[in-house]
Nanobody
Framework: QVQLVESGGGLVQAGGSLRLSCAAS????????ATWLRQAPGKEREFVAA????????NYADSVKGRFTISRDNAKNSVYLQMNSLKPEDTAVYFC???????????????????WGQGTQVTVSS
């Protein structure tokens, strides 16, 4: 499995923007679909956004649709989550996950995922 490391989290005011990055290493990242999930304090982990192996297909949770954009650069073994118009309810630890798949256009809103990052904290103040 690939190893994943997230970065880019931080503290931002409501209405602001952040860009999360997920760097992969160890295997051919283009063989993996990637997904961002988040977990707020006291809540279960939830799906945020997913991208296919090729980057041509994406999927979003209704709560972030129109505000967040997932993308990937296989040449850089990276996946990104551009977060705009952030709200206090977006506060959570954000995780990058990956699933090896033979389907180029498949996205995965739920696991099982073979690889997980350690998470990066995003805090949105009101």
């Amino acid at each position: 499995q690939v190893q994943l490391v997230e970065s880019g989290g931080g503290l931002v005011q409501a209405g602001g923007s952040l860009r999360l990055s997920c760097a992969a290493s160890g295997r051919t990242f283009s063989s993996y679909a990637a997904t961002w999930l988040r977990q707020a304090p006291g809540k279960e982990r939830e799906f945020v956004a997913a991208v296919s192996r090729s980057g041509g297909s994406t999927n979003y949770a209704d709560s972030v649709k129109g505000r967040f954009t997932i993308s990937r650069d296989n040449a850089k073994n990276s996946v990104y989550l551009q977060m705009n118009s952030l709200k206090p309810e977006d506060t959570a630890v954000y995780f990058c996950a990956a699933k090896e798949t033979s389907f180029r256009s498949a996205t995965y809103s739920q696991g099982p995922f073979g690889s997980w990052g350690q998470g990066t904290q995003v805090t949105v103040s009101s």
